[in-house]
């Protein structure tokens, strides 16, 4: 059986060159080839994501739950964001825009990880029950004492007392209810 090597080597090019489009996506079409740019937002558009979340205390805690009737941790601040932002598509997650992100991709792609002396109102904490991935957070309020040893946070909480929006402390470096602090960090957002 003889080998037909001027197929085999159109074959071949054409194999490079499919896996060239692959991988170079703008080199070939024209569209951009980057991640798309965030912003740190400022602080006072975090305050108004927590006004915006303090509004809805009490509403009731579902798992998935994207608002405005029903949140869980992750629907309560993507949600608020969005309302304070004025924009849906404003979160990162991996490479592509979206409307939505859960606790663990907003700690990965979306936040500035802050020292908590800088926390400020509207600030996500982000908190956990395992060192594979965040569980569970919510928007920073205020300290409770001058040594910034326990916060204030509202969240979407699916502890049986609450399963609600509510207002509740956490502290810096113990556990609670099973779970503890991993930081706190400052919204990014995407902006082209």
């Known amino acids: 059986m003889a080998i037909d090597f001027t197929s085999a080597a159109r074959k071949m090019q054409v194999l490079i060159l499919v896996s ?3 991988y170079l996506p703008g080199c070939w079409t024209g569209l951009p080839n ?3 740019r965030q912003v740190t937002v ?3 558009i975090a305050k108004a994501a927590l006004d915006v979340a303090l509004s809805v205390q009490g509403a009731p805690y579902v798992w998935g739950g994207r608002g405005p009737e029903v949140f869980d941790c ?3 601040i993507t949600w608020a964001y969005k309302q304070a932002v004025g924009r849906e598509t404003i ?3 991996g490479s592509r825009r979206t409307n939505d992100a859960i606790m ?3 700690w990965r792609f979306d936040v500035e990880l802050l020292p908590k002396d800088a926390a400020a109102p509207g600030d996500i904490v982000f908190i956990t029950n395992t060192s594979e ?3 569970h957070g919510g928007l920073f309020i205020r300290w409770l004492d001058e040594e910034k040893t326990a916060f204030e946070f509202i969240n979407a909480s699916s502890y049986e007392e609450y399963r609600a929006v509510v207002i509740d402390w956490w502290p810096v470096d113990d556990v609670k209810r ?4 991993v930081g706190i960090g400052r919204l990014k957002i995407c902006i082209d």
């Open 91 to 93: 979160f990162l997650v």
């Open 133 to 135: 991935r965040i569980t």
């Open 178 to 181: 099973g779970q503890w602090l």
């Open 20 to 22: 060239l489009l692959i």
């Open 34 to 36: 980057r991640q798309p």
């Open 42 to 44: 400022p602080r006072h």
């Open 74 to 76: 992750s629907g309560l």
């Open 104 to 106: 663990h991709d907003l």
